[in-house]
């Protein structure tokens, strides 16, 4: 399965560990190891926050995570041969829990601290831990569901080139001027103070670290995008920027539904993952290829009942009609997912964690029927272990007696 | 399987037939036939043109469809007992096509005529015609494709109550009011001339024309939600607003990708639909219902190979950045795939027409990670006769030849 | 979807109707329509006993059944160019029940009919009657089960050339000698009496009949094979025997579980076949083919969660041991399956109905571990309205007031 | 996950590491550990041989394998509470590699030793090698395929009690008495010399060893079932016999076809088990069951596309034609897939190795049409890196240039 080329030392911060993580994207952040294409080797990673949270029953850890100081990635990893426009092709064999680490936690963010898809909702920090049975996870805060994990790296990408840093900085610079007081803020812009460059230092390091990207949202080159079906099996084709591809992962997921919707909505852990890499060259002209494209796993978990809600572009304050807004529309199907699930006495939290970690299936239905989108949100009916299908009867089950973690 | 209580007469216009069926929403359109709780009936529908387009090889057609003019529904059909606040439990037991008339059409609709997802890229209006193989359908105006069907109603819902009625009214009026002259359209709002208010008339009928609810959009009541999952096999649960429900459905779907995105982006055609309808008393409060619920059905199309395409919340016009921007993240997945399937010879508006129609996954993969919404479509692989995966050798197979129908 | 090419007259019997049908194998029978490679067209059949079977709530039909008079195939159709040694490409491209017979039947076979799989347990004549809910069936003699069809026909095949016969001939000939009087036989010889021969008449007809197969078992050209995967979107690969190939079919099934082991133990019924025909020239010696091959549909029924039930090779009846006897191995996981359905308050008759109809898996799970085969059988759970799995309490539903239809 | 209960040294034979195991059946092996309901706990095994194949080029050590010292069981482990008539419910929450030993091994066994499925048509010894990638696997001996894995244990099972004990000894050794020197042998009979009884010692264990079962078959009790199904994520239920269950478990494999046809088919492996623990009282009477029940994983490998080779119940060597037997027709449906796959280039041996490693399906398709059983073999075609479907060029790839170890 290949050896382990970078290791995580879970009793130490990240900033302390021998081998020099980055929470940062940046051009110049220099290649760890090379490998040839063909080749195969194991990653070990943090879990996003690099260990500030614990298997408890509080969530001030959450409360308090430093948005700054996360994604603590394992690489870059270069390919010997790979330039910019080439395809990087990475295989993900492997995906799992490090021995000495076997639970994960979710968090839902207080409003202060970036919030979460629902948090006009939901606006106080909560968490829920998980604990892992094989392929099955259960949570002492969350009654009544088991399932399988769909397990992935919540952020995988490689390195960026100069002009695609710029534009994206430009981008995003421009957007948060718009609002730049906005509480949950509209962005997260370049914070050199807390920067992880890898194996920069000195002067370059600071310099990089001002302009480096933050590594919250997704971009062309991969990153952030937290799609649950880049799992064990999966093979992703990435776009080459720079010299070697840079290949750079973390933020592993035991399981997230679409949306990821608590925004530390996945079951979050430290973890490991098997890679192999392969070039397409010149790939990215041969294909088109702005963003990264990948082929899902044929081990996916996989349901045939679901449960679908529905939600449409009217906001659920104001009752205002919004054009074809899918952001909204999908928020509506999940709260009406919510609601239901309250009506089996799930606290509204419980029902919000359990959408950011099932593998729902989140869906764009309809997005042309002005002036509403149609999203929808699909629950497997398999992960609960009563019978959430609609009845005559009503609800046949009230969970309850226990509630997620809440933050004092 | 049940007696067909609504036929269509296809030699004739829907505003011409002896079953009267209506192209609006509202509460006092007259049940046309009570059922009881348990109870099975087949429904004939009109194609959502009511046979404005032809088997050819012009798209004028498509481009001078008259939208005030569409989705002729049959309906309402009531079911004894059913009081608001109830839960109308609709299986759709069968859908398929009219023996008489077994082939569909997809149109990319004009910019002037509403347009598409797509329309700034591809605003002239286009058609292609699928003939069906039995679960199979190819087009001639689409080589190298051939997929099975997920036959299903674009627009199935039950008649809104007045309060219901009015409060869509005042907020798509609000919005429309921001932009009343846009092309394409905010929304279609109500307009009487061409209202067909079913077994209404006189002055009763024309009163009510002029409030009642175009069928564009889905609502809280279902309507055009062109949900490709409720298909043939599905089970759908529908809130009750007046006496009896009044279910009516139309605008059926041989296939569709998620979002329909070239707006008459399904494959459209007349057929039939097989129903059972029963009830669960009180079911929306019970159940905490806002939209209607569904379960999909067991004979889906079902595919283990998609390759998918990534798309972020950025403009692809002016590269501005959006804030957690679904409709654009999607538009700029769906663009992702259109280039890529270009570059096996297809023409633009094959691709876009590809990804209408064929049974394609569009997904919120991530919505929380700040700027940046992540939306995917997955396309199956096996739907083309060919390997679209991508290679070291680049494309090896350009199709070609033929493009779509185009308007004069 | 191509013309009917061969229709049946369900107010007549077989033996009256305009289009001649045959109920034999043999060389000669005259081809009755030829198709070009590519072309398309749709097949009617009778139900495989003519119309012998009512649908009411007697057995009597079932027990008095002329086994020599049955599997009334439509064909054989020719494809021109099809010659000895190529492939003749089948797509099946649809299956479906007539209109004006939308219902099947279910048939345990008396043990002096020839009786079942299971016949020293189940050694009368039973029938269950079953009603068509668009893609799902229900039985009014089989309480608590509702399942999605698989719809395929139980007998199709090319004609056989003389050499085949004969072959065939001489092998069941020497096994049928070995105990001609058994009870139920071991085979079904060669009968004229009875024998439909097409177009054949006169002497010539006659000849034929003295040595034609009878249509029981499947054979090296397909024939009998009661696979519940040629399923409506499926595609098969034939042998060429003669020229034209000579393509018969008929016996279609609603639905079957693997094994059919009720003997007429689908859903059986009259309906039609939508077939695409082509050509592998030189097929059969390309890919070394003696028997028929085939690629599943992607729309068969698909659920995740089975029952499964293990048997081996020991003798219920005398606790013999066998020889990795496979045979043994799937009754005894069968009889299994039985067993457990009972404890819910199934009749054995019941539970051996469910088992032939509805699409459970039976599997050779082991066929090395001397001197036991290992087989098994999957019950899908989702086929009951109730939970079948295990549970500390016991089973909560005892379904009953009813029993399949018995002959006096 | 819980903790490792018994661990094997890979160092040393099983004979000489420091936990003992066992390689017989019998009711008075002590149990090593007990457990009480709801506990999980982690269970490493040996290979099924201890370690007596190596990861070369050579098959002598398969040829030389002795079959009376495999087979070295983890257990047997007790549960509080369980007796004789409950089922003991056994979550197999995970099976894996150990990291180790990452690889595994495919024999042919030698018709002197015993043979497999095909042994007439290859009686010599082979071997394939196969490196584990993640999820997915490959052999140097096995050109162009590359497959997940269904990891699973070939055997589990619980302690007989004595009744059931002499009821198979009688059975089989009657068995064994009509052919007593047959080659390969009809059974394993009890063998003292080489037995391990876990924990017993002295005479008692020699009187045991001499009544003992051999791990060959599978029994009433589970044992060496060879069910790829038991995968990780399945649930079983095992009748107890003896006070405690006394589950034992070993032979991992970490992919099979159904059938594992070679003998020791399966991609042989030492490994982890993680195991959780529940009783359902007098579930054996509750439920009727007389051999182990189970429910399959959401996280099989699923495949949407196969190839299926059908075969009927005629002997390929003397044209013999046999009545319903499905272990002659499961044979020639593989044998008609081996002939297929040699047109790709591959030897009889590497398609043998093939059907007995990849997760192919073995099914009963129809076990009533006198006098031929209808038995198929689906193999997913997305194993192979090139296209297997028939088509009218005929083969285009062929593999090539190695074959599996032979033995001298």
Redesign the interface.
């Known amino acids: 399965?290949g050896e382990a080329v970078f290791t995580v030392e879970l009793n130490k911060w990240p900033e302390e560990q021998t081998v020099k993580t980055h929470n940062r994207w940046h051009p110049d952040i220099p290649i760890v190891q090379w490998f040839k294409p063909g080749d195969?080797f194991r990653v070990e990673c943090y879990d996003w926050t690099g260990g500030q949270i614990k298997n408890d029953d509080s969530a001030n850890d959450i409360r308090d995570v430093d948005l700054t100081k996360v994604h603590y990635l394992s690489g870059p990893f270069g390919v010997e041969g790979a330039e910019p426009g080439d395809?990087l092709?990475v295989?993900?064999?492997?995906v799992g829990a490090l021995p000495q680490s076997?639970w994960g936690f979710t968090g839902i963010f207080a409003r202060e601290n970036?919030g979460?898809?629902l948090t006009e909702h939901f606006p106080a920090a909560g968490k829920a831990c998980w604990d892992?049975?094989?392929?099955?996870t259960t949570s002492r805060h969350v009654p009544g569901v088991r399932f399988?994990g769909i397990i992935h790296p919540g952020l995988i990408g490689t390195l960026p080139d100069r002009a695609l840093l710029e534009?994206?900085n430009a981008?995003?610079a421009?957007?948060l001027s718009t609002d730049p007081e906005r509480v949950?803020?509209?962005?997260?812009p370049p914070h050199a103070d807390t920067a992880l460059m890898g194996a920069m230092s000195g002067a370059a390091a600071d310099k990089a670290a001002r302009e480096a990207w933050r590594t919250?949202?997704?971009?062309?080159h991969g990153g952030?995008?937290?799609?649950?079906?880049l799992s064990?099996?999966s093979r992703v084709?990435f776009p080459v920027y720079v010299k070697g591809g840079g290949l750079s992962m973390g933020d592993i997921h035991w399981s997230q539904g679409?949306?990821?919707?608590?925004?530390c909505?996945a079951i979050e852990m430290a973890g490991f993952l098997?890679i192999?890499v392969d070039?397409?060259?010149?790939?990215v002209s041969?294909?088109?290829?702005?963003?990264?494209?990948?082929?899902?796993?044929?081990?996916?978990?996989?349901?045939?009942?679901?449960?679908?809600?529905?939600?449409?572009s009217?906001d659920e304050h104001t009752?205002?009609?919004?054009?074809?807004?899918?952001?909204i529309a999908?928020r509506?199907?999940c709260l009406?997912a919510v609601?239901?699930l309250?009506?089996f006495g799930y606290t509204g939290e419980q029902a919000y964690v359990i959408l950011g970690t099932a593998p729902v299936?989140?869906?764009?239905?309809?997005?042309?029927?002005?002036?509403?989108?149609?999203?929808?949100v699909?629950i497997p009916t398999?992960i609960f272990d009563f019978?959430i299908?609609?009845?005559?009867a009503?609800?046949q089950r009230q969970v309850g007696g226990v509630q997620i973690a809440l933050a004092n």
Do not use: W
């Not at 295989?91 to 492997?94: K, M, V």
């Not at 679409?258 to 925004?263: A, L, P, Y």
């Not at 070039?279 to 790939?283: E, M, P, T, V």
């Open positions: 399965m195969e395809l092709v295989d993900i064999n492997d076997a970036g979460g898809f892992f049975h094989g392929i099955y399988p534009k994206a981008r995003e421009a957007l949950p803020p509209l962005l997260a919250v949202p997704p971009r062309e952030n995008c937290d799609i649950k079906n064990r099996g084709y679409d949306g990821e919707i608590t925004f909505g098997d192999g070039l397409i060259k010149d790939g041969k294909y088109g290829i702005t963003n990264p494209v990948f082929r899902p796993s044929p081990v996916e978990p996989h349901f045939t009942e679901y449960l679908v809600f529905e939600g449409i009217v009752g205002e009609q919004h054009y074809l807004d899918a952001h999908y509506r199907a009406n609601e239901y309250k009506k299936e989140g869906r764009i239905s309809g997005i042309v029927d002005i002036p509403n989108a149609c999203c929808t699909a398999a019978d299908r609609p009845q005559a009503g609800p």
